[in-house]
């Protein structure tokens, strides 16, 4: 199985497991017997999840405070994880969020931080882990895009060229690690209810008026589809029948007919004139 064995010496990396569709790929792997490392800046709630995984499944739990859009503490992981006598067969890197608006109007600071966490972080920490996974012939990695890959995405550009960045390289990664016994799955989720939309400015009532109700998918949902791709070695996941569609049809709709669509119904442009 591309999903490996879990060992008393293993753990699986998750990467913005504080909330979310993090919290819930670790609760599907502690499910499925791996003992978790949980690591996102909100140490209080990796500690409540640490705490709920090792009393309902009975695993191994780490946390491990960070901010990722710091190439420093990265970097310190590996060595936070080899004190605990631990080595990564399963990477999830989950950790990322959205701005929403214009390019014009964005704030600087907030669009390059978008870039460490949704990018820079990826790149980093599969260069960091991979090597030892492929020395010993066995692991997994999970990385986190979006929907939102598959065609750009006026109202949240930055955001979208982020997950195309990591669909593509998820599949390169994936393409060269063939035959080394390491697998790579890329998530791309739909709209998921998690508070995603709310924490980055828009309304239920926004996020619902831009993405039909019927498209949007629990995050408990996700993290199942996420955790069954990733042990069937699958390269790329679409959790739900309309967003598999809408991912098909973002590719045979010429962008000079979908962008108008996408930037009209996008609720964060609705006042770009002003």
Known sequence: MPLPTPRENSTALVTGSS????????????QRGHGVTLVARREDRLRALADELAGKH????????????????????????EAFGLTVDVLVNN???????????????????MVRTNVEAVVDLCTLFSPGMVTRH??????????????????????????????SYGRALGTELKGTGVTVTTLCPGPVETGFAEASGLSDEEASAALPKFMWIPAADVAKAAVSALAAGRPVVIPGAANRAGAIAAH?????????????????LKDTAS
């Not at 909330?19 to 502690?30: M, Q």
């Not at 010429?254 to 964060?268: E, G, M, V």
């Open 19 to 30: 909330s979310g569709i993090g919290a819930d790929i670790a609760r599907e792997l502690a």
């Open 252 to 268: 045979l709709i010429p962008n000079s007919w979908i962008l108008p669509i996408l930037a009209k119904q996008h609720p964060a």
């Open 138 to 167: 066995r692991g997994a990695i999970l990385n986190t895009a979006s929907t939102a890959a598959f065609q750009p995405l006026p109202g949240q550009a930055v955001y979208g060229a982020s997950k195309a960045f990591v669909l």
């Open 58 to 81: 009975h695993v191994r739990t780490e946390v491990i405070a960070a901010d990722l859009t710091d190439a420093d503490s990265r970097a310190a992981l590996p060595g936070q994880l």
């Open 95 to 113: 950790a990322g969020f959205t701005t929403m608006g214009p390019v014009y109007k964005a704030n600087r600071d907030a669009e390059l931080s």
